[in-house]
C-alpha cells in the first residue's frame, strides 16, 4: 500500500512540475505567451513555421516590426544564452522557469542594456531590439521567433520544434497580453 501512494505521489509531483497533464500546445496555451513584439499587430505575425528555408524547414514565425522596436520576453525563465551566429545573428536563448521549454529571438539589432547569460527575467522584460543581423534580407526588420522542447540534456542549442503561431495568435486575456515591464 505504501508503495502505490508513493507511487501516486510521485505522478502527482511530475504532473505539478510539468504544469499539469496535457500536450505541449495546451501547457503553453495556458501560459498566453506575450506576443514577444507588443508593438506588432496581430496581422504582422506569418506563420512561417514549415516554409522552406533552403534544404531544411523554418520552425519559426516571423514578426515583422520596424528596425529598433522592443523585443520582450514572452515568458518567465532564465537567459541561458546569446549568441552571434552566421544565421540567426544576434539572439537570445530563454528558457522558461522549468527548463522545458527554450524561446528563441533572433535577427535582433543589438540587446537590451544589462542582459546577460544567467539572468532571470519576467514576462514583459526588455530583452533586446527588432533588427536584420544574421541572414536577414538588410531592408526586412523582423524578428524570428521559435519555441523548442528541450531534451533531457537542456542543451539550448537543440530540441523538439513547437510552431509558435497558434500560441501567439491564439485570443487572450487583454489584462495579461497587454501587460508590460
Known amino acids: 500500500m505504501r508503495a502505490v501512494l508513493a507511487s501516486l505521489a510521485m ?46 524547414r523554418h520552425e519559426a514565425t516571423d514578426i515583422s516590426a520596424p528596425r529598433g522596436t522592443p523585443v520582450v ?8 544564452k546569446l549568441f552571434n551566429s552566421r544565421q540567426g545573428g544576434l539572439t537570445v536563448y ?3 522557469r522549468q527548463e522545458i521549454y ?11 542594456e544589462g542582459v546577460h547569460e544567467g539572468q532571470a527575467v519576467k514576462r514583459g522584460d526588455l530583452l533586446g531590439y527588432v533588427g536584420t543581423t544574421g541572414n536577414a534580407p538588410p531592408d526586412v526588420p ?35 497580453a497587454g501587460r508590460n515591464r
Open 102 to 112: 527554450c524561446y528563441y529571438y533572433a535577427h535582433l539589432d543589438r540587446y537590451a
Open 142 to 176: 523582423h524578428l524570428h521567433f521559435a519555441i523548442f522542447k528541450l531534451e533531457p540534456e537542456k542543451k539550448w542549442w537543440t530540441g523538439t520544434p513547437i510552431n509558435p503561431y497558434p500560441l501567439l495568435h491564439a485570443p487572450r486575456d487583454a489584462s495579461v
Open 94 to 96: 530563454q528558457f522558461d
Open 11 to 56: 505522478a502527482t509531483l511530475v504532473l505539478v512540475v510539468l504544469g499539469a497533464a496535457g500536450s505541449d500546445y495546451d501547457i503553453l496555451m495556458r501560459r498566453q505567451l506575450l506576443l514577444p513584439v507588443l508593438e506588432a499587430p496581430h496581422a504582422n505575425l506569418q506563420d512561417t513555421f514549415n516554409d522552406a528555408r533552403g534544404a531544411h
Open 73 to 80: 520576453a514572452v515568458d518567465d525563465g532564465t537567459v541561458r
